[in-house]
């Protein structure tokens, strides 16, 4: 199957200008990948201060400005520390509400099962190549570090199908790494969803560079003309951009200094858009 290619944003900025006229505009963004480069574990992540300075001069201008993550929520908002930030995290199992983390009741329904796939999978691993990232109702094997990465991923799909606990979880395949996690209908997807029904937005933009990020954009598309118009950015990874990303997206930017060129441009552009 032939890939489309999908043109630039920083080409194309009269579409997102075209959205800033909305009258209810949310910008939506993915961290790893997106605004933090990838890097070889997960605790070695940083955001780019840029990005974060700009994305924190336009909460207060748009009506929603969100960070959607794959991270537990306590590593996103160790990472990204934005006053009046929405945070989504674990792919839209937990929401920051009240000062605390509000995990999705279907999810935490699993979290002993979880729990005890963690200690059988982690058990049955020899390869210190492989880091374990525990997101309390989802935990990921990362593989990036393994001397032999095809095997690692063989070996830890191995370990997964023996466990126990991981009878009735969801598995999950990224960037070099493996989650498993509850098998609930929530995504980066469903929470955008929810979000641009709960702010009532009519327009928006997501920024991401991954497989779930993928959910979010489709489901951006299939809310486009009811109400609502958008567009998703797919950031390139090189070989390692994962299949279905640009079909999904309308725009790419080529790595994470484009997303933070775009969003200085975007928060200069949106200056004297401040709510009241």
């Known amino acids: 199957m032939t890939v489309p290619e999908r043109p630039s944003l920083l080409e194309n900025l009269d579409r997102v200008r075209e959205l800033l006229r909305a009258q209810s505009f949310g910008l939506f963004t993915d961290v790893d990948g997106t605004i933090a480069p990838t890097s070889r574990t997960p605790d070695a992540a940083i955001v780019e201060p840029a990005c974060a300075e700009s994305l924190r001069s336009m909460v207060g201008r748009f009506l929603l400005v969100a960070a959607v993550s794959g991270r537990s929520m306590e590593d996103l908002r160790r990472m990204l520390t934005v006053d009046g930030m929405v945070y989504v995290a674990n792919h839209g199992m937990e929401r ?87 098998p609930v209908e929530l995504s980066k997807g469903t929470a955008l969803r929810e979000l641009i029904a709960e702010f009532g937005l009519n327009a928006g933009i997501y920024l991401g560079d991954d497989r779930t990020d993928v959910e979010a954009m489709t489901a951006l598309r299939e809310l486009r003309g009811k109400g609502f118009d958008g567009i998703g950015v797919g950031v390139l990874g090189g070989a390692e951009t994962p299949p279905g990303l640009l079909e999904a997206c309308d725009y790419t930017l080529a790595s994470v200094d484009e997303v933070c060129r775009f969003y200085a441009w975007l928060a200069e552009e949106s200056r004297g858009l401040e709510r009241g």
């Open 96 to 182: 920051w509400r009240d000062n605390h983390s509000d995990v999705a009741p279907g999810a935490q329904a699993y979290y002993a099962e979880v729990r005890q796939a963690l200690e059988e999978i982690k058990d049955s691993l020899i390869d210190d190549g492989i880091a374990v990232e525990d997101k309390g109702v989802v935990v990921a094997f990362h593989y990036r570090l393994a001397s032999d990465p095809v095997g690692a991923e063989r070996r830890l799909r191995e370990a997964i199908a023996k466990s126990l606990g991981a009878r009735r979880l969801a598995v999950h395949a990224g960037k070099m790494l493996i989650e498993v996690k509850p």
